[in-house]
């Protein structure tokens, strides 16, 4: 099995900066995609950013340009750099591993953007 522990969520000012970290232990041999989703309060989960093994990203729009996703296979980890934080980023933050076609999510971590 996988497991996937993310760290890095916190309060900060709209227009600032966070950085996301999920760290993969156990079964990690064959993970293919990592990345996140995040889901506001009274919303869907929704799509946030993915790297696969080779190095390919996908964001989604709504944060193109301020998010940048990043992968340390050698230490098991993925990233994600959040700048240009606006209210609406605001969600939990879960982080995904791909293996097999069987996804495993972290528990979450909060980021509020709030001045």
């Known amino acids: 099995q996988v497991q996937l522990v993310e760290s890095g969520g916190g309060l900060v000012q709209p227009g600032g900066s966070l950085r996301l970290s999920c760290a993969a232990s156990?079964?990690?041999?064959?993970?293919?995609?990592m990345g996140w989703y995040r889901q506001a309060p009274g919303k869907q989960r929704e799509f946030v950013a993915s790297?696969?093994?080779?190095?390919?990203?996908n964001y989604a729009d709504s944060v193109k340009g301020r998010f940048t996703i990043s992968r340390d296979n050698a230490k098991n980890t993925v990233n994600l750099q959040m700048n240009s934080l606006k209210p609406e980023d605001t969600a939990v933050y879960s982080c995904y591993a791909m293996k097999l076609g069987i996804i495993t999510w972290g528990q979450g971590t909060q980021v509020t953007v709030s001045s």
């Open positions: 156990g079964s990690i041999f064959g993970i293919n995609t």
């Open positions: 790297i696969t093994s080779g190095g390919r990203t």
